[in-house]
């Protein structure tokens, strides 16, 4: 206790963003534990507790890398942007090439001498938000020029978006919305960020043409889930046990634990945890509550903004939060039956060793911000 | 540099705007299905994965008049396996380990290799529901389940256990077609058929949802508790149906008969007591087939005389002084001719003597003469029918056969000029022993009838639900003069006529013998009979009343009187020993004088027993000592106790003097192995007493 104590008024930053961080890693536990007892049962023999002990033990590590990276003076990601994208970039290429195959796509590399798979793309978007952040701010002076502004940022973000696109196409325009968006606030020229979304689209169609010719490019599921979502009246069997999964939560849940639907939902430990969510804790207190948490996330971070002296931290923050906050809202779009599956996790939620280890992380650079952004 | 800021700042809040526009179409969507639709799915989900499962309700038992169980529900597994879940890696581990277990331990239909390729071969062409095997008892199911690859759990060993209920009787052949069964492919029958509700219960039910393949309850408890069956209590009296199934059993194997069944009733309250049914096999083994008492209806031959006395009687048309001239034991009737069932050559003799040696010819001569004419017949029938013999007795066992009594006025029943003399001596008519033995028991009842019962009560947790009292279906089957009468005959068959020889010195008894021909309307068959003897005892105060048929006797006599009297006799007289209320209180006689030498003397044992018999018997005695372990010792008019000194500690006892069940008392006590030899009291023992005790082995020798 008195150590927490002391933690906690040690702590500084922003303190709702600190309760928004220590909330989801609670529901993520609560949840998982909740949602995995089927998986448990087909893998694991039985043995609810493992996925409960993973679980813990991930989150855990990841608020210990949350107050690392927390503790870290934020103009050193800064200086670290370039090396990252660098890094990145072929690493992307390796796993592409050379990645582990899970559930039909090569997202993953395996550790050297370590039983831990690793996202890879987890890796380059926080890498290519932070690179865009420092380039944009470093550029204010001139950054409605092409030539010396426009050209720099679009060019690693082209090249990472369409290195993730093939295997996790979800992830790339998701970044890809993100990287934009960066741009659009951090006052890039309007009128080349429309040019730029229709070369995002000359890119996709060069996507698809290339997946006739390499089958890495996940065209086919890309149609099929698409076909899907448009021509089955009730989005077909994960949809109607997701709808049902929410109907029975009605407004106040059917309690931590007592999920029904988890039993009959796919994944409902990540791309279905906001239906679980609901069902368990109900419309208001699940469905609004979670969903007001990643609202309020981007909220304090545009916060920063009208505070921060310097444009890097402001962007950095806004960068990731809106990165976090648009994934989560395509989570959730897909439990509602508003967008197909895409395959996206609900950050800090989800199981899932690098969506949560890279979430902390990120929440931990907004936090850096928030900290140094209070100081001044 | 205020410009820069307030352009990024209202892009910031453009995109902010845009973030909670896009929050709020989700959770509009989200509200729409959580609430507006919100019924329709939830229904659907209920529709989809839930179920309705029945839950057996325990079967009740079904218990003797003490309180045994005769029969009862023992639960029993069937052992299945899902070769299917279990992985490769766990399945090869453990395939060689499991095999030689079931083999060994579980079913040596095959052989551990045997089993091994048959595990194997399943696996391969996917059955995830093999028979292992289907009785199995919990003892043995809990030890399954510890066996390789099963103690990985269902889904990763496959093992499914299901549980079923079954109907156990401890006490085997006894009355055993009485309690019945109820099976899915037979009728049901006994009494697990006739109070099958009661003793089943009611369902359940419990919701089940499905998970994967498998459906588990939702809750733990079922939403509609299944009801227990009722427990049976019946009047079942465990010891005398041991005592009439045996007499019966040796008799129908003495006399190479086909069958035959006794039945013993309560004369006061028409509780059943014992009720046996023997039959063949196909095999010739004897075996508790069918219920004759209650579904065998048969030509009752002379017993029935009875019933036409009772008639005559209650008509006052004979008194039994009466004289009859017997024509020599031979007489026509119209083109038949009745024939005694032993020669002789009497001629005149009173109606009384007629009935007590069972002379046909009197019987039916007196029933053609009162009843012949066509228009009295009726009259014999509407008397019979005055005596309930037209009637079932309404007893609650399953299967009991409507009997058959010719009706004058029904064209239908091939009425002829010799029924009434055929009928008068138990021919053309059909009952059911037991529909015979309750009129007969009427008659040792005053006349009352009872309706007989075999279940006093349905209890519930040891509580009674229902009772079901005795009960009185007729105050008088006949005046009292008649039943008075017809007492005197049943004693008289005993003390002079065809049951003399059956004659016992402890207790008086009354009834009749019953010879009837089986098949006598068919010719060129070898003649064969029923041969039984209905009765009760002890006559002056009639406790209990019983019938004994033997179908079809071949062998060492066919008559009643040498067949089936013999098996009434040694129930009657088991009975009369194992009942205490039978006998006449000792103390009722006047004091014996006591003489020395008639006294117990030189007597060891517990001095509490002694005391307790003493008492009882009323002997004086003076009780010295107090000691646990006595001598007694006569003394003129009276027993002193005296003082034996068994043993010291760690001693071998002296047990010289007493008898077997003390001395092993006393000798298993201090930690000794007894061998017993001969029989008495102990003369002599192997170890002297004194001897330090110390585990050995004693012998006893008795005489």
Same mark, same amino acid.
């Given at each position: ?5 002391? @933690?906690?008024?040690?702590? +500084? ?14 529901? /993520?536990?609560?949840?998982?534990? /909740?949602?995995?007892? +089927? ?13 409960? @002990?993973?679980?813990? =033990? ?111 196409? /979800? ?7 993100? /990287? ?20 995002? @689209? ?41 709808? @049902? ?9 059917? $309690? ?25 804790? $109900? ?31 402001? =962007?950095?923050?806004?960068?990731? !939060? ?45 936090? !850096? ?8 | ?20 526009? #896009? ?112 009785? *199995? ?129 309560? *004369? ?186 075999? *279940? ?61 021909? *089986? ?66 209180? #000792? ?117």
């Amino acid at each position: 206790m008195e150590i927490g104590n002391k @933690i906690f008024t040690g702590l +500084r930053g922003d303190k709702v963003v600190w309760a928004i961080v220590i909330i989801l890693a609670v529901v /993520s536990i609560l949840v998982v534990y /909740s949602s995995t007892g +089927r998986i448990a049962y087909e893998q694991r023999g039985g043995n609810t507790e493992f996925y409960l @002990i993973k679980q813990t =033990m991930l989150v855990g590590f990841g608020l210990f890398l949350t107050w690392v990276c927390y503790s870290w003076n934020y103009i050193n990601y800064s200086k670290l942007a370039p090396i990252m994208v660098v890094i990145a970039i072929p690493l992307l290429v390796y796993t592409l090439a050379f990645g582990l195959e899970i559930n039909d796509a090569r997202r993953w590399i395996g550790m050297p001498g370590l039983p831990i798979t690793f996202q890879t793309s987890e890796f380059a978007k926080l890498a290519l938000i932070i690179f865009i952040a420092r380039t944009i701010s470093a550029k204010q002076e001139y950054i409605a020029d092409f030539k010396s502004a426009f050209l720099p940022i679009i060019f690693p973000v082209l090249v990472i978006c369409l290195l993730i696109a093939p295997a996790d196409l /979800s992830s790339a325009l998701l970044l890809f919305a993100t /990287s934009i968006l960066m741009m659009f606030m951090g006052r890039v020229n309007a009128k080349y960020i429309i040019l730029l979304f229709f070369l995002g @689209i000359v890119a996709f169609a060069g996507l698809i043409i290339a997946g006739e010719f390499i089958p890495e490019i996940r065209v086919e599921t890309w149609i099929t889930r698409f076909r899907d979502f448009m021509t089955s009246a009730d989005g077909g069997y994960q949809v109607t046990q997701s709808k @049902i999964a929410i109907a029975q939560g009605e407004l106040t849940g059917l $309690g931590p634990g007592n999920s029904i639907q988890r039993n009959y939902l796919p994944a409902p430990y990540s791309d279905f945890v906001y239906a679980i969510i609901i069902e368990e804790y $109900g419309l208001l207190l699940g469905g609004l509550g979670i969903l007001g948490l990643y609202v309020l996330l981007f909220f304090r971070c545009v916060r920063m903004v009208t505070k921060s002296a310097k444009t890097f931290g402001a =962007m950095v923050a806004l960068g990731i !939060s809106l990165n976090i906050v648009l994934q989560a809202l395509a989570n959730m779009a897909v439990s509602v039956n508003l967008v197909p599956v895409t395959g996206l996790t609900l950050p800090m939620i989800s199981m899932g060793g690098t969506s949560i280890l890279f979430s902390s992380i990120a929440f931990g650079i907004i936090l !850096s911000v928030s900290r140094f952004i209070e100081k001044a | 540099m205020i410009n820069v800021k307030n352009e990024v700042l209202i892009r910031v809040y453009t995109v902010l705007l845009g973030v909670v526009f #896009l929050a709020a179409v989700i959770f509009f969507a989200a509200f729409k299905i959580n609430v507006t639709d919100g019924e329709q799915w939830r229904k659907k989900g209920d529709e989809l994965y839930m179920k309705y499962r029945d839950v057996e309700a325990q079967r009740g038992n079904i218990l003797a008049e003490d309180g045994s169980l005769l029969a009862t529900s023992l639960p029993f597994f069937e052992i299945r396996m899902d070769l299917v879940t279990s992985t490769d890696e766990d399945f090869e581990a453990n395939v060689d380990s499991l095999a030689y277990c079931i083999a060994t331990y579980v079913d040596d239909r095959f052989t551990v290799g045997g089993w091994w390729n048959e595990l194997n071969s399943k696996r391969a062409d996917g059955q995830r529901y093999l028979l292992i095997r289907k009785n *199995v008892d919990f003892e043995l199911m809990q030890r399954i389940k510890k066996f390789p690859l099963f103690n990985l759990g269902r889904h990763r060993g496959g093992l499914i256990v299901e549980q079923h209920a079954e109907r156990k009787r401890p006490y085997g052949l006894l009355a055993h077609r009485t309690i019945g069964y109820v099976r899915e492919t037979a009728k049901p029958v006994g009494l697990e058929g006739y109070f099958d509700k009661q003793l089943a219960g009611t369902q359940g039910k419990q919701l089940m949802q499905r998970v994967k393949n498998i459906y588990i309850p939702v809750n733990d408890l079922s939403e509609i508790q299944p009801k227990n069956g009722s427990d049976l209590q019946t009047t079942i009296d465990i010891n005398l149906q041991d005592v009439t199934q045996d007499a019966l059993f040796k008799a129908v194997n003495h006399h190479n008969a086909a069958g035959g069944t006794a039945i013993v009733m309560e *004369v006061k309250t028409g509780a059943i007591r014992a009720i046996a049914n023997l039959g063949r096999t196909e095999d010739g083994k004897i075996w508790e087939r069918y219920n004759h008492a209650i579904g065998s209806l048969i030509e009752p031959g002379s017993t029935f005389k009875l019933a036409t006395m009772m008639s005559l009687l209650e008509d006052q048309v004979i008194e039994l002084g009466d004289s009859i001239d017997l024509e020599g034991g031979k007489m026509m009737f119209y083109k038949e001719e009745m024939k005694d069932a032993f020669y002789h050559n009497m001629r005149s003799t009173s109606i009384r003597n007629a009935f007590e040696m069972s002379s046909n010819v009197g019987i039916a001569k007196l029933a053609q003469t009162f009843y012949g004419p066509k228009n009295r017949a009726k009259r014999f029938y509407s008397r019979l029918q005055d005596m309930n013999l037209d009637i079932p007795t309404g007893i609650e066992i399953q299967g009991e056969l409507h009997p058959r009594i010719k009706n004058p006025e029904n064209k239908n029943n091939n009425w002829s000029g010799v029924t009434i003399p055929w009928m008068s001596i138990g021919y053309e008519v059909l009952l059911t022993p037991l529909q015979i033995l309750n009129f007969y028991n009427s008659v040792a009842n005053d006349g009352q009838m009872m309706k007989p019962y075999v *279940v006093a009560s349905l209890q519930s947790n040891g509580s009674i639900v229902q009772e079901f009292k005795p009960k009185v279906v007729k105050k008088a089957i006949a005046s009292p003069h008649t039943i008075k009468a017809a007492q005197s005959l049943l004693e008289g068959v005993v003390e002079r006529g065809t049951a003399k020889a059956l004659q016992s010195e402890r207790f008086r008894f009354a009834g009749k013998t019953g010879t009837a021909q *089986v098949d006598y309307a068919k010719e060129n068959v070898q003649t064969t009979y029923n041969a039984s003897f209905v009765g009760y005892f002890p006559a002056e105060a009639p406790k209990y009343s019983c019938i004994v048929v033997v179908i079809e006797p071949k062998d060492n006599g066919i008559y009643g009187g040498e067949v089936a009297g013999p098996v009434f006799k040694e129930i009657a007289e088991k009975c009369y020993s194992l009942k205490m209320e039978l006998h006449p209180s #000792l103390n009722e006689a006047p004091p014996i004088a006591l003489e020395n030498y008639e006294l117990p003397t030189k007597e060891v044992g517990a001095r509490e027993d002694f005391i307790s018999i003493y008492n009882h018997l009323d002997l004086p005695y003076y009780n010295n000592p107090d000691t646990e372990w006595t001598y007694s010792q006569a003394m003129n008019d009276s027993i002193s106790l005296l003082t034996r000194v068994i043993t010291e500690k760690n001693e071998i006892p002296n047990v010289k003097g007493m008898g077997l069940r003390d001395a092993l008392y006393i000798l298993e006590n201090k930690g000794l192995d007894v061998i017993v030899i001969g029989n008495g009291k102990v003369s002599a023992q192997s170890i002297n007493p004194g001897t330090r005790a110390k585990g050995q082995t004693i012998k006893l020798k008795l005489s």
